[in-house]
């Protein structure tokens, strides 16, 4: 099977948060200057957090509102 065949499988929340999972929540990688002065505890803290937010929560939510319409 040719994956353009599978596009269609996929609601627009989905793929929102598809990208949001895969564009945003990495940013303290493309980004490490954002946290700088502040304590490595408290920057592996803020980026944990961030992570789980911006990989599971947001995306579901996105998801379920853009779909809910």
């Given at each position: 099977y040719k994956?353009?065949?599978y596009l269609g499988v996929f609601s627009i929340g989905e793929?929102?948060?598809?990208l949001i999972?895969?564009?945003?929540?990495?940013?303290?990688v493309w980004f490490p200057d954002i946290l700088i002065g502040m304590p490595?505890?408290?920057?592996?803290?803020?980026?944990?957090?961030w992570l789980v937010?911006?990989?599971?929560?947001v995306p579901t939510v996105?998801?379920?509102a853009i779909d809910g319409f």
């Open positions: 994956p353009i065949d793929f929102v948060g598809y999972r895969s564009l945003v929540a990495p940013a303290f490595d505890n408290l920057i592996q803290a803020i980026a944990a957090v937010v911006m990989s599971i929560f996105i998801e379920r």
